[in-house]
């Protein structure tokens, strides 16, 4: 294979529509049946949600790996690279064989005039590629929803669990959390258990649309705790070194351990040292990553939950340092709400207009920040000219847009 193909392969990728979305299950079946529908044979973990997703598929899948199992994990989007997208035991997919699963898919869609769309094309190539390699269990992360979402090809999963439901994708998902969490809930299916935290705001929606499934509340309690450095996770009268820092994780982790609980019930042989191992080496980029090196947080906050959380994090791990924030979001989201939940005042704010074509100019989202703030405000129009102004000295945030992130985190 040449750098050429992967080359070619991410441009028919990108031609197939980055950000067009065509929810529905036809044409992904279509696909998967031509693949002699892989999807049918595999043990899958499906799961669902607004915020969290990334890390409760990341946890679950060490824990499994850690476990002896051979586990595929399947997330979105991608930082660096789609390959990120498709792992097993913690590996992502090599560049030949990610060439030769899309290429496979891409030239039976042609063949049969499928018009898949990109996260179809992805989603048939991964499930394609963990049956080949014969993996133990799949972790199934949704892209967008649930109900449509390409990913609910699956009719029948070992388990499923939905995470934190906030407005996102009011476009397409609804403008309210009942419709938004009716939407996640279509992952559920009957008589397989669901799994979901006892103060998921789409609770009720969820339990209504789960009342012929068998609905599991995570209801653990988790906290964090902050010592010397290190980040831990305090469950069961015992402190785990946990390597997902962030106080959003308490809510994650205790859907993990209920996730891991009814894996065990269904002789999935999970220990607790396996479950300690995993919390220590889990790792996810971009969800209040942190930096030591470059005393960065780098966190792709795009909602206003999200940036809630994120806030809520600073002011819990580094209350008194000075921040600085290198900041740049695309139009379809909620940028008002977020910045203005975000900075305070005497913050310094980058603001960056990426290489995106829906990404927001500097103007626009700087019309958004309260006044009263009184940001000192600089704008970027690329991303490369921005690390030349900052030192470790003072703590810097990278956040807003994963693409935007990308750019950046690249040049580290």
Not at 60 to 66: F, G, S
Not at 341 to 368: C, H, M, W, Y
Request: proline share 2%.
């Amino acid at each position: 294979m040449t750098t050429l193909d992967y080359e070619n392969t991410e441009k028919y990728l990108h031609s197939s529509g980055k950000f067009r979305i065509k929810l529905g299950l036809e044409r992904i079946s279509a696909i998967l049946n031509l693949l002699n529908n892989p999807q049918d044979k595999l043990k899958i973990i499906h799961i669902a949600g607004t915020n969290g997703k990334g890390s409760v598929c990341t946890l679950t899948a060490e824990i499994l790996k850690q476990s002896g199992y051979r586990t595929g994990l399947y997330t979105s989007p991608h930082i660096f690279k789609y390959n990120e997208r498709f792992k097993i035991n913690g590996e992502d997919i090599s560049d030949e064989d990610f060439v030769q699963y899309v290429s496979n898919v891409e030239n039976l869609g042609k063949e049969y005039n499928l018009d898949l769309s990109e996260f179809e094309i992805l989603t048939a190539a991964a499930l394609k590629y963990f049956y080949d390699k014969k993996t133990d269990f799949v972790v199934l992360e949704t892209g967008l929803g649930g109900r449509f979402d390409a990913t609910n090809v699956v009719q029948i999963p070992l388990l499923t669990a939905i995470t934190s439901i906030s407005i996102d994708h009011k476009d397409r998902l609804g403008d309210t959390i009942e419709k938004i969490a009716f939407e996640k809930a279509g992952i559920i299916k009957k008589n397989v258990e669901c799994v979901v935290n006892d103060n998921n705001n789409g609770l009720s929606t969820i339990s209504e649309v789960a009342k012929k499934s068998k609905l599991v509340i995570a209801d653990k309690n988790v906290e964090i705790l902050f010592e010397n450095g290190v980040n831990y996770a305090v469950f069961d009268g015992e402190k785990y070194e946990f390597s997902l820092w962030g106080l959003h994780q308490k809510q994650n982790l205790s859907l993990v351990l209920k996730i891991a609980e009814e894996l065990i019930k269904k002789d999935v042989k999970i220990t607790d040292n396996a479950i300690k191992t995993a919390l220590k080496t889990a790792f996810i980029p971009a969800r209040f990553q942190y930096d030591k090196k470059h005393n960065m947080i780098i966190d792709g906050s795009h909602n206003a939950d999200a940036a809630i959380m994120l806030r809520k994090n600073l002011d819990f791990y580094f209350p008194n340092e000075h921040r600085i924030w290198i900041y740049g979001c695309l139009s379809t989201k909620e940028y008002d709400k977020v910045v203005n939940t975000l900075f305070r005042l005497g913050d310094e704010v980058f603001l960056n207009q990426f290489d995106n074509p829906i990404s927001v100019s500097a103007e626009k989202i700087f019309e958004k920040i309260n006044k009263n703030f009184k940001i000192k405000f600089k704008k970027f129009d690329k991303t490369e000219n921005m690390l030349n102004y900052f030192s470790p000295k003072n703590l810097m945030i990278v956040t807003g847009s994963f693409y935007m992130i990308n750019e950046l985190v690249t040049q580290l």
